[in-house]
């Protein structure tokens, strides 16, 4: 997809810029089927090697199995000693094997023969799937093997074998061999898994196509919807895209009508600030322009100059405590705006309480002290807690009550500040964390520029936490922090 973006370029004699393009990649819709064939082959390709490796065991263990039944047959036959047709007991091992070997019905990939010690071997009437009285020098490797099963390779392939071995009472030594040519199963198996993997190709195909049909469907209202967001960039933010429907599509149409919303609402907050804080850098601004334009620089009284220069130098301290304000506030937007760190909370509330004490002539008290290990960062909480406090030594008189507390209530700790001020009144409290507000609607004043309180929030807000006030108007106020993570 393509992406569009308009900047905003100051009117004036230079050109505006050119709107940058994103260079167009790979479509969606390719990245769709492409993803959804690699999907499909690495689970095919893992299908035919299970299915190749299992059925591979299962040959091996189906073989394994006969051997071990025919060694058992002929085991039985051996430990009774006595020819079931006759029921004579056999004289001899030889007469035994000759019994045993003439009477057995091999599979197609079995083979069998008798060995008897000093008398040679003893070979079946038929020749598949390998003739063995032609090659001698397999049957002496089997023979001469210590192991009772083993692999040996033939011009048939590979063979799997078991030998049961065979003494007699009268000394007699013999031993009786049960082969499995196992690679005519292998290539059986082989043979379905090239099977398998020609359908999986075929499947691939198919799929492929279709996922390019499906993802051009699904894809269609995504281009509407982008065509519709070009269109809103280009006229202005109160347009909105249409929603209809309740699937995917209309959901991801409400998100963005949503965040334009926000955009929209971003945009208002912004030029409201930069008014706001225009205006009240342009007071000092034009207080000490106007003394110092009225200052005579050859003469005067120096009282008068010193009386310029005091409040001049007093705008000035104003005016750099807003820009600090402001880059505060700017700063918390940042991840590491706090570091949070295990501190103790009733130390942390006496430090508290004494730097309070010098903001002014009032009667403070220690409202509570929490116990316990908190997790928070000190030196931002004690800002806000310093700033509630100056706040309230702002709306009271010398001698006015002030209490500070603090308090661990499970997974929360709370500090506050409560006062005996006039109070604020519910429409006050809804904007009075806003910035450049203060009690009573004005927007900054000669005391401060309505930037504390906001400072305040944005430490809660950092923490993860929330700004709390209880206020009756007429009555005083407690205005306090609410943090997570207070139980460590």
């Given at each position: ?310 409040l001049c130098t007093d705008e ?23 570091r949070p760190e295990p501190v ?145």
């Amino acid at each position: 997809m393509t992406t569009t973006t308009e900047r905003v370029t100051p009117v004036g004699p230079a050109p505006p810029a050119p709107p940058e393009r994103r260079t167009r990649g790979v479509p969606a819709r390719v990245l769709i089927m492409c993803w959804l064939l690699v999907l499909m082959t690495v689970v095919l390709v893992a299908v035919c090697l299970i299915t190749r490796n299992l059925l591979r065991q299962e040959a091996f263990s189906d073989a394994t199995a006969a051997l071990e039944q025919e060694a058992l047959e002929y085991h039985e036959v051996a430990r009774t000693g006595v020819d079931q047709t006759t029921r004579q007991p056999f004289p001899t091992v030889n007469a035994l094997l000759e019994n045993h070997v003439r009477m057995q019905y091999p599979d197609d990939d079995e083979v069998i023969f008798g060995w008897i010690e000093g008398g040679g071997y003893l070979h079946q009437a038929r020749t598949g799937p390998i003739p063995l009285n032609r090659h001698q020098d397999i049957t002496d490797t089997i023979i001469a093997s210590p192991a009772s099963a083993g692999v040996v390779s033939t011009p048939a392939g590979d063979m799997q074998w078991i030998k049961v071995v065979t003494t007699a009472p009268d000394g007699g030594r013999g031993a009786y061999v049960v082969g499995y040519l196992i690679d005519r199963d292998l290539a059986e198996i082989d043979a379905t898994i090239r099977t398998l993997a020609l359908v999986s190709l075929l499947g691939l195909v198919f799929a492929g196509g279709a996922a390019w049909v499906v993802a051009g469907q699904i894809l269609a209202p995504v281009r509407l919807v982008r065509q519709a967001a070009a269109e809103i960039t280009e006229r202005d933010l109160t347009s909105r895209i249409q929603v209809a429907g309740n699937d995917d599509i209309a959901a991801l149409s409400e998100q963005f009508n949503a965040m334009l919303d926000r955009l929209e609402q971003a945009f208002a907050t912004q030029r409201e600030f930069l008014d706001d804080a225009s205006h009240e850098l342009r007071t000092p601004i034009t207080i000490v322009r106007g003394h110092l334009e009225l200052m005579d620089p050859a003469g005067g009284d120096p009282a008068e100059r010193a009386e310029v220069v005091r409040l001049c130098t007093d705008e000035l301290d104003r005016m750099s405590r807003i820009v600090d304000d402001l880059l505060l506030l700017a700063k918390a937007e940042r991840p590491d705006f706090v570091r949070p760190e295990p501190v103790e909370l009733a130390e942390l509330t006496s430090d508290v309480d004494a730097k309070v004490r010098a903001l002014g002539d009032r009667d403070w008290r220690l409202d509570g002290i929490g116990v316990g290990i908190v997790h928070v960062d000190p030196q931002r909480v004690t800002q806000a807690v310093v700033q509630l406090a100056h706040n309230a030594v702002q709306h009271t008189e010398p001698g006015d009550r002030i209490m500070v507390g603090s308090a661990r209530t499970g997974g929360l700790v709370s500090f506050w500040v409560t006062d005996t001020g006039p109070g604020v009144t519910p429409a006050e409290i809804e904007v009075i964390f806003d910035r450049f507000t203060r009690a009573g609607g004005g927007r900054g004043h000669r005391g401060g520029a309505g930037l504390g309180l906001a400072i305040v929030r944005a430490i809660a807000e950092a923490h993860h936490g929330t700004v709390k006030v209880l206020s009756t108007p007429g009555s005083g106020a407690t205005f306090g922090i609410e943090l997570p993570g207070g139980a460590r």
